[in-house]
């Protein structure tokens, strides 16, 4: 059974930054796509970031393109999500995600079917 804890949300004023962790186990392999996603009060979950574990291709949603980065380590137990020049509209619930059976990047939300707990990440202005 697949596993994601995340970690390292918190209150940042806007134009401040902060990486997401989210720390995976369980039988992940090459053949897993793993996202982020995102959302906020009275809102839908929204997707943010993706990359794909076997070639590492990524994608992003158009606002967050040039300001979040997700990446990998190399043993692919950890997802990053790096977020910089963080706005106020930032502002939600951040989950990690896993997609088995999808090699590369996506950002259907229901092609996940793993998900953390969520982090909350506040963007005062």
């Known amino acids: 059974q697949v596993q994601l804890v995340e970690s390292g949300g918190g209150l940042v004023q806007a134009g401040g930054s902060l990486r997401l962790s989210c720390a995976a186990s369980?039988?992940?392999?090459?053949?897993?796509?793993m996202g982020w996603f995102r959302q906020a009060p009275g809102k839908e979950r929204e997707f943010v970031a993706s990359i794909g574990l076997y070639r590492g291709d990524t994608r992003y949603a158009d606002s967050m393109t040039g300001r979040f980065t997700i990446s990998n380590n190399n043993a692919k137990t950890t997802i990053y999500l790096q977020m910089n020049s963080l706005k106020p509209e930032d502002s939600a619930v951040y989950y990690c995600?896993?997609?088995?059976?999808?090699?590369?990047?996506?950002?259907?939300?229901?092609?996940?079917?793993?998900w953390g707990q969520g982090a909350q990440v506040t963007v005062s202005s």
């Open positions: 369980g039988p992940i392999t090459n053949s897993y796509a």
């Open positions: 995600a896993a997609a088995s059976h999808r090699a590369s990047a996506t950002m259907s939300l229901s092609e996940y079917n793993y």
